[in-house]
């Protein structure tokens, strides 16, 4: 879907829709506004519910002032009017009060971003505002002051956060992976101390291989392909709606027969992804005008050395990615299916991935199927697409119980006895 060519009150629509369902807002809270080239400002209205928001609900605010449409704009249409009068590259605003930053909110801290490359990569640097009454001259100001100094995320405090950038899938992009980072970093306190990569670390995150690979044009598609294809899409669109991927974080790949491999796109939304977006490899090059992940190579290297692998996911599940950025131990011998489909996970250093990449996929066996790569992505293969899911599913439910553990009690592992038992009925030896 070509988001920028939807009319600027369906854009609102769609994000605010997006946010609403995730339950990162509610029915009152938040707002979000577009500049349009000639001057109005696109604008979601204010004490109208936002699960049921529709095109005609929002609001247009002409450079005179006047009001166009059934409602009246948002109580928050000055501050957004100030960050457009005071930043010229800046022509979408969003505010919303998500649960996770909203706890950032209240105690008055920035959450860390440095707890994965994606977060540092894509939020930037991020500022905290004083707080002011909601809708006032003050909280505008104080909010535009910052946009001033050049942050395009402002934390409020005990309010929310307000996301400028040129675009508003932007704005989205950022606001789901900053919401992310405060959940993560929730979630990974309870098992220890942070443990977050070096800024002088983040160029090896940054390596654009993917880009510079030739291109091939595809002539026929087989009938294998052509399923590969609908049943990654359907995947990673519910992988999107079950929290494992961000809008354009995760990445999922299927071997094929003749050895060729699907691909996620680089920068494609996952909430909408089709099969004709989905990249095919093959001999060391992409399909044509067509851009890869960045993990394109990691997922090549894969394959080529571990024929019984068909499948290659990595993701950013946030109770497992708690494991990627503290040095707690990751034991899945909570229940017979976690270790069954777990087995022996391990983790990996964050710029192994990046300069050891050889030794990272050798450690891939039947007993290690899944790799903790650490402030990065949790890899998970499989002999098919739908067993590289699973695992992947079942590791996140597997950590998300294991966090869940440390509130109530001491957690007991399933004994070495009882693990050789279900290695005999499993035939796991």
Not at 18 to 46: M, V
Request: hydrophobic share 40%; charged share 25%; aromatic share 6%.
């Amino acid at each position: 879907m070509k988001f920028n060519l939807l009319h600027p009150a369906d854009q609102i629509v769609a994000i605010m829709s997006r946010i609403y369902d995730s339950g990162l807002t509610t029915t009152s809270g938040g707002n979000l506004s577009i500049l349009d080239d000639n001057g109005d400002i696109w604008i979601s209205p204010g004490g109208i519910d936002k699960g049921t928001l529709t095109r005609s609900d929002i609001c247009c605010v002409k450079p005179d002032g006047k009001i166009v449409g059934p409602h009246k704009p948002s109580v928050e249409l000055p501050f957004h009017a100030s960050i457009y009068k005071k930043r010229s590259d800046i022509r979408a605003v969003l505010h919303a009060h998500p649960p996770k930053l909203v706890a950032f909110s209240v105690i008055r801290r920035l959450p860390e971003l440095n707890l994965t490359s994606n977060s540092r990569r894509t939020c930037g640097s991020i500022a905290i505002a004083p707080y002011a009454l909601p809708g006032s001259a003050e909280l505008g100001e104080k909010i535009a002051a910052e946009f001033v100094k050049g942050y395009n995320i402002v934390v409020l405090e005990n309010h929310g956060l307000v996301i400028g950038s040129d675009n508003l899938f932007d704005c989205f992009m950022k606001f789901e992976t900053l919401e992310a980072t405060a959940k993560l970093q929730i979630n990974a306190s309870k098992l220890g101390a942070l443990k977050m990569f070096e800024d002088s670390e983040l160029n090896l995150a940054s390596i654009r291989d993917h880009m510079t690979m030739d291109d091939f044009i595809v002539g026929r598609h087989s009938s294998e392909e052509c399923a590969a294809r609908r049943d990654m899409a359907t995947l990673i669109k519910r992988s999107y709606r079950q929290g494992l991927f961000g809008s354009t974080r995760g990445t999922y790949s299927v071997r094929l027969s003749d050895g060729s491999f699907l691909i996620t796109p680089f920068g494609v939304d996952r909430a909408y992804m089709t099969e004709s977006d989905l990249v095919l490899i093959k001999n060391g090059m992409k399909e044509y005008g067509k851009i890869p992940s960045r993990s394109v190579r990691l997922h090549k290297l894969i394959y080529e050395k571990h024929p019984n692998i068909h499948s290659v996911l990595g993701a950013e599940p946030p109770h497992a990615m708690a494991f990627a950025v503290t040095d707690a131990v990751f034991d899945p011998r909570t229940i017979p299916e976690s270790y069954i489909l777990l087995r022996n996970i391990q983790k990996v250093s964050f710029s192994s991935v990046f300069v050891d990449i050889e030794n990272v996929v050798d450690m891939f066996s039947e007993r290690t199927p899944v790799l903790i790569c650490e402030n990065n992505q949790i890899l998970a293969t499989g002999s098919s697409l739908l067993d590289a899911f699973d695992r992947l599913e079942v590791c996140e439910a597997t950590a998300h119980s294991i966090i869940a553990a440390r509130d109530i009690g001491e957690m007991v592992h399933i004994s070495d006895e009882e693990i050789k038992e279900i290695d005999d009925a499993f035939n796991l030896n």
